[in-house]
């Protein structure tokens, strides 16, 4: 998701369609990041598998795009089909997914996504090609024996219109809460004033640093000794750097301590006319409600369907609270049965500064892939 600079009067955002399926009709289970990613090579391989069955007239990777507005927002949605065929003089477009899942449990119904992803594809399709109707195939192909299974359906346009405009409404309405956020969040810093009547010896000086330094993207080092209100001069200055939307500031920090004195000081700020989203990266094992940790989504019951309930926490989260600290996020995940760790890390997505400890930023095992 991308959005144009701030202070616009007409938003712009550019997104794909399976970004916006995922998003509102997301499913299934947590997995960790390292299996999603070998998910997504094995993807690949079975993609292409499947498309190199193609014939003459099919085509593959089919682009598609289209935008929509409300009064604030533009919306440019892209695709990319994976297949338009030709079948008994029918055209139809083809979405392929990779599986291990049990075919005699599959329906259109097990992963709203992928047919929702479909569903808006084909409106782009029809649009541009002037379609009247549309069938769109779902090919779920097994990852080990490479079995077949597809589900076949067929949309007129207006069904597909009207598809597509409420699911784009819907993603506009949380834009809208984004973009709401933001003008607040800059309008607040523009105007957020120092909250000490007095400089300590040095903190201005390094308040200047930090200040261009950001803005000209640079690396600062600086050694002060304690009692300068380091933590204040770093945090203020990062935050009036701030100037592009979705920009965020990362505060890393070794301690538990040093991780509460930043939260002392933006809830500070926020007395003092702050508008902005904090999240605190916690541990695991400081986060999970299990006594004994097994994200197995067939023992632990947050983990379990954690893509069909996310979106409500987010959401919920985001327009209820500020200071996302980790009772915080515990509070809402257990309130929506979601696992609190990769719901925080999902709300990082949408925060303005996070804290966390230097290991997700620096240590490629664990680094926020987000
Ligand atoms: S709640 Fe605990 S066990 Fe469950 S997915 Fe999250 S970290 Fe894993």
Known sequence: MMYNGIGDMMKECRTSAKE????LYGSGNLTNERMLAVRQQEGIEIHQYWQAKYQENDQKEVFVKTEVENEAIRLFVTGRIDGILIRDNELMLEEIKSTYF???NLDETTFPSHIAQAKLYAYMYCLENKLKRMTIVLTYIQVEDKDVFQIEKNYSFRVLETFFKKTTGKYIEWLKILEDHESSRQKSIEGLAFPFPEYRLNQREMMAYVYRNILE????????????????????????AINQPRQKVFYLTAKNDGKQIAIDTIALLEENGLVAKTCEITAKDQMCFLTERDCDPEVCKYAKGYYERIYK????????????KKDVIRKYARKHRVCPVDMSLDLSNYCDLIICD?????????????
């Not at 993207?217 to 935050?239: D, E, H, M, Q």
């Not at 230097?358 to 987000?370: K, Q």
Request: charged content about 25%; aromatic content about 14%; hydrophobic content about 45%.
């Open 20 to 23: 916006i399926a995922e998003f």
């Open 102 to 104: 049990d075919f005699d």
């Open 217 to 240: 993207k640079g690396i600062l080092y600086v050694t002060a000794p304690t009692g300068i209100g380091k933590t204040i001069a770093t945090i203020f200055s990062s935050l009036k």
């Open 313 to 324: 926490a987010i959401r919920d989260t985001f327009e209820n609270e500020s200071l996302l």
């Open 358 to 370: 230097y290991n997700y930023v620096f240590d490629p095992r664990v680094h926020l892939v987000r």
